[in-house]
């Protein structure tokens, strides 16, 4: 990341979100290389970034599509051209989301996920005629939505018996969040899609995708069992990616951009709180964010608009004024706070991309 002077004309007031321009793009370039590498094909989470602008780069770096979490988002990503995207949760669907489903299918090619029995019948019915398909998830340990493995393939069943597309199967290795925990949540990841083949299979249907792969879990994804990897934190990083060591500072795209108002002793006080970094902090993190450039110093409490940065006695106190970029444990939460991202160029601000998708939760 280039050195940068945010008191310099061109830059908002403080706080405000950030993104190294060129950081981004290397991450970016890196896991189109990683996934081309692997023989997978890479379709990226974008409820991380939630941005057009970003979604097109990685299209044009060999996306097959993207990943979505609800249908605002799928709208939002569908208006700015994107016409392969894939809404990977389990919708229960009443009437009006079945027509924003049917319109969002007249113009992108739309998979769902469904997760059982019962999900999959109320899709079939309620969005009859369209094109949509789905994708089965199964829970792999993260144990939040998925059938069983073995269960797949009824799930599977359900949906061709209502009308629907059967494309593969799904997983989220989301237990993957956690120190050493990268390398087991992959093996389980792979075991438990192919479990889920073999079910499908059993029920006379091919999986042509097999889809799983978190940014934690990207590294270790088992090529020979899955086809398609679903990163997303990747494009920015954050605190939390760092902690466990998927990478370095150096790939840390997005900070956000505050200023010390008051300082007492060792701790200095500034005014990127909640509202801007978001609240995100896992048991096994040091913190409640961390400050680029000061790899010691540690966020060690967020009230809505203070940070509390305690600043060890190795490094120098920064003063009343000084601009600090602080790294949010959890860059997904930041984003959707934002109505933009301030964009930087070779250390110089280059613009602003609105966060289109922000608060799109349903």
């Given at each position: 990341?280039?050195?940068?002077?945010?008191?310099?004309?061109?830059?908002?007031?403080?706080?405000?979100?950030?993104?190294?321009?060129?950081?981004?793009?290397?991450?970016?370039?890196?896991?189109?290389?990683?996934?081309?590498?692997?023989?997978?094909?890479?379709?990226?989470?974008?409820?991380?970034?939630?941005?057009?602008?970003?979604?097109?780069?990685?299209?044009?770096?060999?996306?097959?599509?993207?990943?979505?979490?609800?249908?605002?988002?799928?709208?939002?990503?569908?208006?700015?051209?994107?016409?392969?995207?894939?809404?990977?949760?389990?919708?229960?669907?009443?009437?009006?989301?079945?027509?924003?489903?049917?319109?969002?299918?007249?113009?992108?090619?739309?998979?769902?996920?469904?997760?059982?029995?019962?999900?999959?019948?109320?899709?079939?019915?309620?969005?009859?005629?369209?094109?949509?398909?789905?994708?089965?998830?199964?829970?792999?340990?993260?144990?939040?939505?998925?059938?069983?493995?073995?269960?797949?393939?009824?799930?599977?069943?359900?949906?061709?018996?209502?009308?629907?597309?059967?494309?593969?199967?799904?997983?989220?290795?989301?237990?993957?969040?956690?120190?050493?925990?990268?390398?087991?949540?992959?093996?389980?990841?792979?075991?438990?899609?192919?479990?889920?083949?073999?079910?499908?299979?059993?029920?006379?249907?091919?999986?042509?995708?097999?889809?799983?792969?978190?940014?934690?879990?990207?590294?270790?994804?088992?090529?020979?069992?899955?086809?398609?990897?679903r990163p997303g934190v990747y494009v920015f990083n954050?605190?939390?990616?760092?902690?466990?060591?998927?990478?370095?500072?150096?790939?840390?795209?997005?900070?956000?951009?505050?200023?010390?108002?008051?300082?007492?002793?060792?701790?200095?006080?500034?005014?990127?709180?909640?509202?801007?970094?978001?609240?995100?902090?896992?048991?096994?993190?040091?913190?409640?964010?961390?400050?680029?450039?000061?790899?010691?110093?540690?966020?060690?409490?967020l009230s809505e608009h203070h940070a509390t940065v305690?600043?060890?006695?190795?490094?120098?106190?920064?003063?009343?004024?000084?601009?600090?970029?602080?790294?949010?444990?959890?860059?997904?939460?930041?984003?959707?706070?934002?109505?933009?991202?301030?964009?930087?160029?070779d250390g110089a601000p280059a613009g602003t991309w609105?966060?289109?998708?922000?608060?799109?939760?349903?």
């Amino acid at each position: 990341m280039e050195q940068t002077n945010f008191a310099a004309p061109g830059f908002p007031s403080t706080p405000f979100l950030s993104v190294d321009a060129g950081t981004m793009d290397r991450n970016l370039t890196a896991m189109a290389k990683r996934a081309a590498t692997a023989g997978v094909s890479l379709r990226p989470h974008v409820k991380t970034h939630k941005v057009p602008q970003i979604a097109q780069r990685q299209l044009e770096l060999g996306a097959v599509g993207l990943t979505v979490a609800t249908l605002g988002e799928a709208e939002v990503f569908a208006d700015a051209g994107c016409t392969d995207l894939f809404l990977a949760y389990p919708l229960w669907v009443t009437p009006a989301r079945a027509a924003r489903i049917k319109s969002l299918a007249g113009r992108a090619a739309l998979r769902i996920g469904v997760d059982s029995v019962e999900g999959a019948r109320e899709l079939g019915q309620a969005v009859a005629g369209s094109a949509v398909q789905v994708m089965v998830e199964v829970d792999s340990g993260h144990h939040r939505s998925g059938c069983r493995p073995d269960d797949a393939g009824a799930v599977a069943q359900a949906a061709l018996d209502n009308g629907l597309a059967v494309a593969g199967v799904f997983t989220f290795p989301g237990h993957g969040y956690g120190p050493g925990k990268r390398g087991p949540a992959a093996e389980q990841e792979a075991a438990a899609l192919s479990a889920a083949v073999a079910s499908l299979a059993a029920v006379g249907v091919d999986a042509d995708t097999v889809s799983g792969g978190s940014t934690p879990t990207a590294a270790d994804a088992d090529a020979s069992v899955l086809n398609e990897i679903r990163p997303g934190v990747y494009v920015f990083n954050d605190s939390q990616q760092v902690e466990l060591g998927t990478c370095g500072w150096e790939a840390v795209a997005l900070t956000a951009v505050g200023t010390v108002v008051s300082s007492t002793g060792r701790n200095v006080i500034v005014d990127a709180g909640s509202k801007v970094l978001g609240a995100d902090q896992p048991a096994w993190a040091t913190g409640g964010g961390r400050i680029l450039g000061m790899p010691d110093a540690r966020i060690t409490a967020l009230s809505e608009h203070h940070a509390t940065v305690a600043v060890p006695d190795s490094v120098p106190l920064p003063r009343r004024g000084d601009i600090l970029q602080l790294v949010p444990n959890h860059v997904c939460a930041a984003v959707n706070l934002a109505e933009e991202l301030v964009v930087v160029r070779d250390g110089a601000p280059a613009g602003t991309w609105a966060v289109a998708a922000r608060g799109r939760n349903s």
